[in-house]
């Protein structure tokens, strides 16, 4: 008897720890130099790119100016970035263009550190104050004076630009690639590293540069975003030396499955509702530092807001295919929509900058929930071998075109009409666009997550049932 039970503890036990290492995640090494690129590239990024508009600033350009630069490196975005892809998909080169795009990324922006300044832009209209006249005139003395600054900028943005356009859609498409070959892994849960790197990192170069700023010893005191923004661009290099990408077939007709994509009336409301998003994010991007410089914020107080932002995602991101799966795209869609509203509305109530920090969070499901969505959604209604054309478009249409129109038309908005009035007019039309595509989804079947890009009503059932299956089962 005592043998019995003996046998049936060690059995119940053998069971019990078996149960504990199934459920438990695994750490898959192939996702390894993934998880390195995404750390370094995102986080050189979001140490840079926060500075630029406020760099622009103190090299005397304008907002209508610095609206200018920043608008055109969207639309750059929306003609590169497709190119990309294509080229990629046609010749199976992912890994040498990313390659190739990485190094450029690092020598255009970074040379922006030498550009020569032409004074401070010392005209403010705040909330539409001053005449028209007055502010002609300045605007036209201002231009003639910062021409030779606001060209090199402009050249040079846009070139870092070009390079960038391509990197953030090879990488996304090539990680959800992987996934497929990988059961139980994620997007989300690669992409949050670079949610991880942006926090640690901005938070760093914001302490740094409001240190150095009180002794500034080479050039001027954004010189530390720079060195930093440098240095991990190239330990990007490595990481993305050592990825395995893929397996990748080139599609035989290429132009005639591109052309089939827009056949598709959830696809074409998908890539309108996207332009939605880039439109607001130019906003995001660009005005949100300009009114906290105008409101008076530090320089660590616009680095914590990348770090709010990244904090956000990484709990999003990790979950992000669970909840996908859960609510279905369109309206993981219009969640985001919901954030981006609330989110301009609370900026424009703003008065102490440091409340930023709390709205900030909203940016959680802003790219959270939309571009592990974004990243299904295109590579479950692409056609075979388009993976990257797919998500290229979908890059280029978010931020390209509209992120482009965004930020031109804000940085004319904000210098006549001010800060708070543009965020509670994009307040307005978030919700306008929410209401719009929640009247679409009711007349369409909306495409079921995994079911390789059909309605609900016709998809796959074993391949969703093998996909929940994958889910409990997860490996980072």
Known sequence: MDQERHQLDSHENGVEVAERARCKPKVNRSFLPVKATYLFYIGALV??????????????????QIGLI????????????????????????????????????GGAYFSTIFVPGSGEFNSSFPDGAGSTDTL???????????????????????????????????????????????????????????????????????????????????????????????????????????TNFAPHTPPKTMFRN???IFKN???????????????????????????????GSPHILRSLCPAANCLA??????????????????NAFLLVLAAYAIRFLAYSFLWNPWW???????????????????????NAVAPPGMAATMQSLAFALTAGLSEGIGTIL????????????????????CLCILIAYKIFCCFFEPIKPGSGGKPTETSNEPAVREAEEGQNQPQN
């Open 136 to 242: 002609e005139e300045s605007s036209s003395d201002h231009w003639t004076r910062t021409r030779g600054t606001f060209t090199f900028c402009l050249i040079l943005i846009a070139c870092g630009q070009m390079f960038n356009a391509g990197v953030v859609p090879l990488m996304d498409a090539n990680t959800e690639e992987m996934t497929k070959h990988h059961k139980g892994s994620s997007y989300g849960r690669q992409r949050l590293w670079g949610s991880m790197g942006g926090m640690i990192f901005s938070v760093s170069a914001g302490a740094i540069m409001d240190l150095y700023s009180d002794h500034p010893f080479f050039l001027h005191e954004y010189s530390p975003a720079y060195v930093i923004f440098f240095f991990f661009i190239i330990l990007t290099l490595i990481p993305v030396w050592n």
């Open 265 to 295: 009336p959830r696809i074409v409301a998908f890539f309108l509702v996207m332009c939605t998003f880039g439109f607001s994010y130019g906003q995001v991007d660009t005005f949100k530092f300009l009114f906290l410089d105008q409101l």
């Open 47 to 64: 140490t840079l790119f926060p500075v630029i508009p406020v760099y622009l600033s103190y090299l005397g350009l304008s907002p209508s």
């Open 313 to 330: 995602e990484l709990f999003l991101l990790y979950y992000s295919k669970q909840i996908i799966w859960k609510i279905g795209h369109e």
């Open 258 to 260: 591109a052309g089939r």
């Open 70 to 105: 920043r608008g055109a490196e969207p639309f750059l975005d929306f003609f590169v970035s497709p190119v990309w892809g294509s080229v990629a998909d046609k010749f199976s080169m992912h890994k040498t263009l990313v390659l190739i795009n990485v190094c450029g990324v």
């Open 410 to 429: 804000g940085g004319l908005f904000y210098e006549r009409y001010g800060a708070r009035n543009l965020f509670r007019t994009m307040a307005a039309a």
């Open 356 to 378: 930023i920090l709390p709205v900030e969070l909203l940016h959680g499901f802003c790219f959270g929930i939309l571009w592990p969505n974004v990243t299904a959604f295109c």
